[in-house]
């Protein structure tokens, strides 16, 4: 990709009109260019500030993850495809994490053969320092229109390179296919017990804001 040098993705002397007038003549993609140096920056400047507290980027990303993962989705593999990362390096991860007392391990009672992972107090303590909270709070000083916007437009950008990269997506009960679905319909009412289509097994209302591995968007 040509690279655009910045005074041409973010001119200080372009009204909209001329910035329109010149994406029409084809000169430049300004808002593609924009977005990939703002994500650029963003990413380098979330990636410092996570680390703190002894602690790298990942295992931030691996405790946040935790913290909002539902019961099949606590395991190191499903941890692997939701940072993206090899089963070698999120191993190393847990083992460090585990060695400062922030998660536990420990085989599955139902199946042997797999660990599940949980936050342990000390690790949810430490949540409550995440560095992130940085960026929530910069995010909730934004009016709601600005952070409604950045909600939709990030959202359908991570959507559309998930699918372009065939990463598996992730996601709550309540938007999944699966959800009680042994019952014929993808809803419940408040008196019938929330149900998982795919295990058959009860869901706790918390439960169905967490994040699942087995979930299944509509349109797959
Ligand atoms: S209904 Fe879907 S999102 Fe909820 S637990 Fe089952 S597979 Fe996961």
Known sequence: MPITPYSDIFPTCQTDGQMIDARQQGEISPNAQRV????????????????????????????????????????????????????????????????????????????????????????????????????????????????????????????ELQHRREVMHFGVCEDCTMFCKEHGKPKTTNNEPKRCGMTGETLADGECLQLCVNYKAAAE
């Open 36 to 159: 990939i140096l703002l994500l650029d920056r963003l990413g380098r400047l979330t990636r410092e500030l996570q680390f703190v507290d002894g602690l790298n980027p990942a295992q931030w990303e691996t405790l946040r993850f935790l913290a909002q993962a539902n019961r099949y989705s606590r395991t190191p593999t499903a941890l692997a495809e939701y940072l993206g990362a090899t089963k070698g390096t999120v191993s190393q991860t847990l083992i460090s994490l585990e060695s400062k007392g922030l998660v536990d391990r420990c085989k599955k009672t139902c199946d042997r053969r797999q660990v599940a992972i949980t936050l342990t107090e000390a690790g949810e303590a430490m949540l409550h320092r995440d560095p992130m909270r940085t960026l929530e709070k910069a995010i909730c000083e934004m009016t709601a229109d600005c952070g409604g916007a950045l909600v939709t437009g990030l959202s359908r950008l991570l959507t």
